[in-house]
Nanobody, 123 residues
Framework: QVQLVESGGGLVQAGGSLRLSCAAS????????MGWFRQAPGKGREFVAA????????RYADSVKGRFTISRDNANNLVYLQMNTLKAEDTAVYLC????????????????WGQGTQVTVSS
């Protein structure tokens, strides 16, 4: 098992920034691709960003490309999501997840999930 705990969410004005963190523990973190997803009230879980185990390759949803950056610190079992130029439509619960399947954007490919952290962007 891999346990994931997100932090860093909060209330921010449109145009502002937040940095989310995801701390992994339990079974070795080695070899897992990591992803960030989000879920707004009444909507399904939406892919945001993903990164390979080595950190060499990333992918982003079109809606966040150029504004969000995913990164990881394998020495400390941490994954980050830097979010800039936030918009009201970015409001959601943000969840991190771990996969053995590269850096996929598919919810069903992820094996472990955190509980999420709320991000609210006021317009």
């Amino acid at each position: 098992q891999v346990q994931l705990v997100e932090s860093g969410g909060g209330l921010v004005q449109a145009g502002g920034s937040l940095r989310l963190s995801c701390a992994a523990s339990g079974r070795t973190f080695n070899g897992y691709g990591m992803g960030w997803f989000r879920q707004a009230p009444g909507k399904g879980r939406e892919f945001v960003a993903a990164i390979t185990w080595t950190g060499s390759t990333t992918r982003y949803a079109d809606s966040v490309k150029g504004r969000f950056t995913i990164s990881r610190d394998n020495a400390n079992n941490l994954v980050y999501l830097q979010m800039n130029t936030l918009k009201a439509e970015d409001t959601a619960v943000y969840l991190c997840a771990a996969t053995r399947r590269g850096y996929t954007g598919s919810v069903s490919d992820y094996d472990y999930w955190g509980q999420g952290t709320q991000v609210t962007v006021s317009s």
